[in-house]
Structures are given as structure tokens and as C-alpha cells.
């Protein structure tokens, strides 16, 4: 199957199980002519590779790296549950057989495990015990040592080498005892079956836990796609029919019912609803919808039957676009984790070096039996070694975090977006749409010498026809209100920033700032000029219509404050960001607003292309800047700040060049990825200190450094066990990622 250029292929990948096992599947694949970015996911064993090529030279790739792949075709959540599942009940099986064979093994050694120089009894029991536990190696532990095969041949080592090291360490010492015993001294003839048997046992019993682990990670997404309907219901030559929901087709009649669920994105075409959009928004209270409103696929029709047409089909549905994303986010990695591959590729490498020279140490300088100790010491390192840990420590942690965002209807694009949210110092915010609710409207008009404002509304309502910003909006919604005919403008020319100027019915008008009126020489006179201060210092914004270069009225367009926009800020101050407020307003609108709201610094009457310039300005004070805005006009200013936030009512401009969406068109959302990717971070580095610290310290006590204070070695079954649920315990630490409350930080 040939991909379309910058389409995306996920490969799901068999044996990688540690972060060693990434180096080597990222190189083979970079060498693909043709390949983009490569995200590699530990946690769900994936592989979302950016570029065009053929998927059976992908599969080669990866085969040649030691790893077998296969392409994921988008399968049911069903499909996945029971792959996931039949995969759990497998490394419990194995579990089982390596405990059963192992455990009553290890009792037996406590009582009796040398070997005599003759064939007694014992001995003949324990070269059968060699052939039981060789085949608890080969049915438990196969995929180790295949595994460490396959890297071997693509030279590299992973976790599997270490494991088919360690455990084959043991059983190739045992044998040697129970078959040339004579070769050591009588003190050092101890069998070490049981050992092998029950690591292979342990880490199975370890990956099972994980496993099962895993599946809270991703319930996130698993709800998304849950929200997907399988069938619609399509009107279609006058019949209502159910059809597969792969079948919808672009302008499709569908009929909703209520407590269905809407199956792909459309406008409404007959009938009035109230829809629940939470999943989507994180919005909990139902939306009205009647003709001509949007539905997006996922939501929740609640009362009223309705008909709309489908506008966006299959992968192009918002619903879609969300889960890709998610996706995405949850395979990317942070740059906090990039530093724990770096360490897990030349860890594996190390750990065998540290496992030779200490059985290197022991046999030459150690106490009797010198030969014991140093296979002890060597296997134990192998095991206690493994980095498991260490690899799952950040995938996991971003998958909850970045889940738990969606949730919340926050959309974190990346893995960098996330990490740098939580570093943010200074907060910018544009004003309308952002902190205002981006609907104005006209509530007052004031005129000079008495001239009808119906005449002067009309006049700005013929120069703001066609334009889509929200000021002009509402000059046109009164127009409308007040059914005034709008005259066509010849000579139309919007000045960025200032305003517009046309010629309506002979005359010239000029629309806009009080600078358009001074570029212009249309004087404003003291009367007029008190009278648009106090409109400013009432949060309203003042325009100015001059009419053949005479000031002829001023029209106070009011956008009111979100409801929760100062509580919001509030959040934001209380996690120690700084706000700043970018407009294009005047200054006294603008500080009016920010009074309200609790803004620590205005810059008012801010050029269009010149917000990105503020954002640039903040970064080199040494700030940390998040922008936060809704328009075409702001897409600069996002792309260039550290973290852009797009508000998901917004354009899509906006949306496509930020690095964070927020669903809701709420500034609480802002708040919340602040804290959820601060509360991630923290998990992360709790994670990675753990699986550090975990491996630091095991290695000198697997060598034997207590061994001069106390007399013991660490026994390797202890090794595995501690390596085996240290893997669980980062999993479990992600997991509590699932109880964090927006609002209040938790660790």
C-alpha cells in the first residue's frame, strides 16, 4: 500500500519491550529514503513514522533491526481489548509454568542442591531437573531469548539480552555442575535451576501486571473512540436507512433521534435540538442547535429529532481529528524523555561490561567458592539491570497526561508542548474573543449636529459588509436590527489596525480608531473627545465615522467579558504566571477590561503584524511566554511564542499554528493544560528518578558490596523480582496521573 506525501503509517512493533530496543528500530528506520519524523511509543509498543514509502519496506526495515512489525489498520477498540487481553492471559501462562516448576525448586535447594562426584540419586534428580527447567526456558522465556537473538544479529543488546544472559548464565553454570562436577571444588557445586526458572517467572508475572496497567493508561482515547457511531441513519430517495457509518457520503441527509448520538459532522437542515458536547468541550451544559448550526460527530442529541446534512465524513470529522491528535500527542515525546533514551542506548552495553569485570573481580580476588560468587554477581547485575523502568518512565506519564487533558477539551499537540507549558512565566492574552466573548454589540451611537444616527449606522454598516471581524459584526447586527439598507462602497480599503474607508453614495467615510481619524486631519472636537473617553472608560470601544473629512458620529461597540475569564486568571496568577494583555483596542478600553479581570500589564493598541513583535520582546527579557488567542491576525504571534494556545472557536489558522487547542473557547482551559502538564512533568521526573536511583543502587549491591559488612549476596531471584515490578511500579505512578483534579495541583 503506497502512502499519500506526509501521511502517517503506525507500526505496531513485537519484543520491544525496553528503551535500548528503540535505538536500533529508529535507525533502521531513518535510513528508509523518503522517512520524516519517527515517534516512538515504549508504552503501547508503536511506531508513527511521517513520510512516503511502501509499507512492506517499513516492515523490512524494522525486521532487519531484529524486531517484527506489522501495520496498524485502525482496528475496533473491541480488536484491541481482546488482542490486549489474549496477551495477558499468555504472560500469565507463562508465569504460572516458570512458579510451578521454580518455586517448590527453591524449597528443595534449601535442603539439598550440591552435587556429589558420583551418579547418586541426587545427581540423576537434578540433570532431570535440567531438562524441566530448560523447557521452562524455551515455552516461558522463549521471546527473551529470540529477542536477544535478533538484537544480536542487528548488533545491539537489549533488556532481552540481559534476561537471556542472566538466566542463561545460570542454568549453562548448572548443568556444567550436575555434569562435570569435578571441575570446581566440592564447596562451589551448587545448582541454580530453580533461579532461571523463577526470573523467567517474575518478569513474566512483571509484564502481566504492567499489562493490565497499561489498559488504565489509555482510557482516554479508548473513550474518544467510543464516541464513534457505527451506523447512521440516512435519508436517502425518501427513505430513512441505516448504513454503515463508512458509507456516509458529503452532503448526506441524516436523521438524529433523541439520545442518539450524532455520526459525522454537518449543519443542521430542519428542526431544533439541545446537543451535548461535553466529550468533546469539556462543557457540560447542553448547546441549542437549530437550522443552520453546526453538529459535530460524537455529541449527544438530547431532545428534539432534527435532520442535518453531513459536511464532514470519516477521518475529516472534528471527532477524528481529535483522536488523531490525542494519538500523536501520547506517541510524541517530551524533551525531558529524550535524555532516558540517550542513557537506556548505551545502557545495556554497560551493565554487561559491569557484569564481566565484577565476575572478573570475584573469581580472582573473592573467597571460596570464587566461581559461585562470580556467577551469582554476574547474573544478578544482568537482571537487576534491566532498564524497563527506565523506558516506560516518560511514555507513560504522557499518555495519562495528555489524556487526561482531553478529557478537559485540551488538545496538547506534542510531547514539547507539553513539557514547555509547564515552564510558562508570562501569560499573553488577546482581548476580543479571548478574554471578551468575541460577540459585540452597538450600545450607543453618538452624533455630531444632529445627524440621524439611523444615516451613520448605515454608512458603517455599507464599509464593514464583507468583513469578519467581530466589531464589524456587530456594526452590521444592528444595521439588520434596525432593517437599514446598507449601500455599495466603491473604492473599499482596509487600513490594518486603524479601520476602513470607502465611498457610499458619493460621499467619503472614513471608519475606525481615533489614529485613522488623525492620519486623516479629521478633527475631533473636545465635546466629542470627552465623550469617547468615557465610552472607553466604561470597557466600551469607540469608532469614529467622518463623512467628507467631518466628523459625523461615534459608535460604542460593548463586547462583554466572559463570565469565567476572572476566575480563570485568577487560576493562572495562583500558579505564579504574570498576564499580559495584547489589543489592538485604545488604551482606555483596554485598561478598562483589565481592571475588571486582574490584568498586570496592558499593551493596547497593538498592530496586527506587530503582536509577534510583543511576543519577541517578552522572550528576550528571558521570559517564558504562552499566547493565547482566536484569530488569523494572532497566528504569528502563536507560532512564535514558546507555547501557543488556540481558543477552539477560533479559526482554523489559529488552531493549526498553535500548540495547544483549547476546546471550550474557555480561558479556564488555559489553567488546566498549565496544571495538567506541571502535574505530568512532576510524574515524569518522580518516574526517572525512581527508575535512576533504582538501577544506580542496584548494580553495587548485585556486585557484592555488602558483601565485606554482612556476609550475603543478593540472591538473582530477588533481582528479578525487583526488576519486574519496578516496571509496575512507573506504571502505576503514570496511573495516578487519572486522579488528578483540575484546579488544585496534585503530586
Same mark, same amino acid.
Given at each position: ?98 512458579? @510451578? ?30 531438562? #524441566?527447567?530448560?523447557?521452562?526456558? @524455551? ?206 542506548? /548505551? ?31 554476574a547474573v544478578t547485575i544482568l537482571i537487576i539491570a534491566c532498564p524497563c523502568a527506565l523506558g516506560l518512565a516518560t511514555p507513560m506519564s504522557v499518555m495519562v497526561g495528555v489524556g487526561k ?89 482596509? /487600513?490594518?489596525?486603524? *479601520?476602513?474607508?470607502?465611498? #457610499? ?49 461615534? /459608535? ?5 467579558? %466572559? ?67 482566536? *484569530? ?15 481558543? *477552539? ?43 535512576? /536511583? ?14 565485606? #559488612? ?33 484546579? %488544585?495541583?496534585?503530586?
Amino acid at each position: 500500500m503506497k502512502h499519500e506525501k506526509d501521511s502517517l503509517t503506525v507500526l505496531k512493533i513485537d519484543g520491544m519491550h525496553c528503551a535500548s530496543c528503540q535505538a536500533p528500530i529508529e535507525r533502521a528506520l531513518k535510513e528508509v529514503p523518503g522517512i520524516g519524523d519517527i515517534n516512538i511509543n515504549l508504552a503501547d509498543r508503536e511506531v508513527y513514522v511521517e513520510g512516503i514509502t511502501d509499507d512492506e519496506i517499513l516492515v523490512a526495515a524494522v525486521a532487519g533491526a531484529g524486531y517484527e512489525a506489522i501495520i496498524d489498520r485502525d482496528e475496533s477498540p473491541e480488536a484491541v481489548d481482546k488482542a490486549n487481553q489474549d496477551y495477558y492471559r499468555q504472560l500469565m501462562r507463562n508465569t504460572t509454568l516458570a512458579l @510451578v516448576v521454580g518455586v517448590p525448586l527453591m524449597i528443595f535447594g534449601f535442603f539439598e542442591s550440591g552435587i556429589d562426584a558420583t551418579w547418586t540419586t541426587l545427581r540423576w534428580f537434578w540433570l532431570a531437573m535440567a531438562g #524441566v527447567t530448560l523447557g521452562v526456558l @524455551v515455552l516461558a522465556g522463549r521471546h527473551f531469548y529470540i529477542g536477544a537473538w535478533q538484537a544480536f544479529k542487528a548488533h545491539s543488546a537489549t533488556m532481552d539480552t540481559l534476561i537471556a544472559l542472566g538466566t542463561g548464565m545460570a542454568w549453562l553454570y548448572s548443568i556444567t555442575i550436575v555434569l562435570f562436577p569435578e571441575l570446581v571444588p566440592e564447596i562451589a557445586r551448587h545448582v541454580y535451576f530453580e533461579a532461571a526458572a523463577i526470573i523467567i517467572g517474575l518478569i513474566n508475572l512483571g509484564q502481566a501486571l504492567e499489562q493490565k496497567a497499561r489498559g488504565r493508561t489509555s482510557q482516554a482515547i479508548r473513550r474518544l473512540l467510543d464516541l464513534q457511531e457505527k451506523t447512521a441513519r440516512v435519508v436517502r430517495d425518501g427513505e430513512e436507512i441505516d448504513v454503515p457509518i463508512g458509507d456516509v457520503l458529503e452532503g448526506d441527509i441524516i436523521r438524529v433521534r433523541p439520545g442518539e448520538k450524532i455520526a459525522v459532522d454537518g449543519v443542521v437542515a430542519e428542526g431544533q435540538t439541545n446537543i451535548d458536547e461535553s466529550m468533546l468541550t469539556g462543557e457540560p451544559v447542553p448547546v441549542k442547535k437549530t437550522e443552520g448550526d453546526e453538529v459535530s460527530a460524537g455529541t449527544l442529541n438530547k431532545t428534539g429529532s432534527i435532520l442535518y446534512r453531513a459536511t464532514r465524513v470519516g477521518a475529516d470529522t472534528a471527532l477524528a481529528r481529535i483522536i488523531k491528535m490525542v494519538r500523536q500527542a501520547q506517541n510524541s515525546k517530551p524533551p525531558i524523555g529524550k535524555l532516558a533514551d540517550i542513557i537506556a542506548g /548505551i545502557f545495556v552495553p554497560a551493565v554487561m561490561l559491569i557484569a564481566i569485570a565484577s565476575a572478573l573481580v570475584w573469581f580472582n580476588v573473592g573467597p571460596e567458592p570464587r566461581a559461585v560468587y562470580a556467577i551469582i554477581t554476574a547474573v544478578t547485575i544482568l537482571i537487576i539491570a534491566c532498564p524497563c523502568a527506565l523506558g516506560l518512565a516518560t511514555p507513560m506519564s504522557v499518555m495519562v497526561g495528555v489524556g487526561k487533558a482531553a478529557e478537559a477539551g485540551v488538545l496538547i499537540r506534542n510531547g514539547e508542548a507539553l513539557q514547555t507549558a509547564s515552564q510558562i512565566t508570562t501569560m499573553v492574552l488577546d482581548k476580543t474573543g479571548t478574554i471578551t466573548a468575541g460577540r459585540p454589540e452597538v450600545v450607543e451611537i453618538y452624533t455630531i449636529d444632529g445627524r440621524p444616527e439611523a444615516d451613520v449606522l448605515a454608512l458603517a454598516a455599507s464599509l464593514e459588509t464583507g468583513s469578519e471581524h467581530p466589531l464589524a459584526e456587530a456594526i452590521i447586527d444592528a444595521a439588520k436590527q434596525r432593517q437599514l439598507d446598507t449601500p455599495p462602497v466603491e473604492g473599499f480599503e482596509a /487600513i490594518a489596525g486603524h *479601520g476602513v474607508k470607502g465611498v #457610499v453614495k458619493a460621499t467619503e467615510v472614513l471608519f475606525g480608531n481615533q489614529k485613522l481619524m488623525q492620519q486623516a486631519a479629521v478633527e475631533i472636537d473636545p465635546t466629542s473627545l470627552n465623550r469617547s473617553n468615557e465610552m472607553a472608560e466604561k470597557a466600551w470601544t469607540p469608532m469614529f465615522l467622518a463623512a467628507n473629512g467631518q466628523l459625523a458620529a461615534i /459608535i460604542a461597540v460593548a463586547d462583554p467579558i %466572559k463570565q469565567d475569564s476572572i476566575e480563570a486568571i485568577k487560576r493562572m496568577h495562583a500558579n505564579g504566571l504574570k498576564i499580559v494583555m495584547l489589543t489592538g483596542d485604545n488604551e482606555r478600553t483596554a485598561r478598562a477590561v483589565a481592571s475588571q479581570v486582574g490584568i498586570d500589564e496592558v499593551r493596547a493598541e497593538v498592530l496586527p503584524d506587530d503582536k509577534k513583535d510583543q511576543v519577541a520582546e517578552l522572550q528576550a527579557r528571558g521570559e517564558k511566554v504562552g499566547m493565547v488567542g482566536d *484569530g488569523i491576525n494572532d497566528a504569528p504571534a502563536l507560532a512564535l511564542a514558546n507555547v501557543g494556545f488556540a481558543i *477552539g472557536t477560533g479559526t482554523d489558522v489559529a488552531i493549526e499554528s498553535a500548540d495547544i487547542t483549547l476546546m471550550r473557547g474557555s480561558l479556564h482551559g488555559v489553567a488546566d493544560a498549565i496544571e495538567v502538564s506541571r502535574a505530568t512533568l512532576r510524574n515524569i521526573r518522580q518516574n526517572l528518578f525512581g527508575a535512576f /536511583i533504582y538501577n544506580a543502587a542496584g548494580i553495587p549491591f548485585a556486585a557484592g558490596v555488602l558483601y565485606p #559488612v554482612i556476609g550475603v549476596l543478593l540472591n538473582p531471584i530477588i533481582a528479578g523480582a525487583a526488576m519486574a515490578f519496578s516496571s509496575v511500579t512507573v506504571v502505576t505512578n503514570a496511573n495516578r496521573l487519572r486522579l488528578f483534579t483540575f484546579g %488544585k495541583e496534585s503530586s
